[in-house]
């Protein structure tokens, strides 16, 4: 190994080393915080020298954090399933049909993904009450649906138009339906990618906090 490239090693490794620790110290600083009580939370020290797990005891003993926290799960969960059938229908569709307007669609779902969830606040707080939602979990989902459901769309109709014609032209030969041709012949070969954007869409839903 030369000396130019055992540098260029060097400085490759030491750059990864630097963008780790970029991203992982706020975390690890977030945890020494929350092991530090009183005055202390103010003194920068990289580990406290009396660490506690008295916040974390009152977190769960004087808030109702656990019950929060399944909520949460709850919500993101239903949000992401009915995010992924939604779109994956609505992919198959866009994505393997023809018809007038359909380029028109995609881009108003595009258009919708890109609006920040604050801007349409009002009219979704007015639906959700005029609904009979207010402060229900499945307005909660209704709300998580904005923001994942065409992010979903859009994501599974790019793997959707991916697909080779000739696996529609002989499911059809066979005598397939369009929900044959969906369930049997794309869905199987499009589980990574369901994989992906339902792992994408249940981060959206679970880290958006403006809902909650």
Known sequence: MTVRRAIGRLLFFGLIAAVIAYAVFPFYWAIVSSLKSGSSLFEVEFWPSQPTLDNYVALFREQ???RNIINSLIVAAVATG???FLALTAAY????????GRKSMLMAIL???MFPQI???SGLFDLIRALGLYDTLTGLVLADLILTL???????TTFMRAMPRELVQAAIVD??????VLTRVFLPIMMPSLAAAGLLAFILAWNEFLSR
């Open 82 to 84: 009915l995010s992924l």
């Open 150 to 156: 065409p992010f979903a769309t859009w994501l599974l």
């Open 64 to 66: 109702p954090f656990a």
């Open 175 to 180: 005598g397939a339906r369009d929900w044959q």
């Open 111 to 113: 258009s919708v993904s």
């Open 119 to 121: 801007a349409v606040l």
């Open 93 to 100: 569709a866009l994505g393997r049909i023809r018809f007038r």
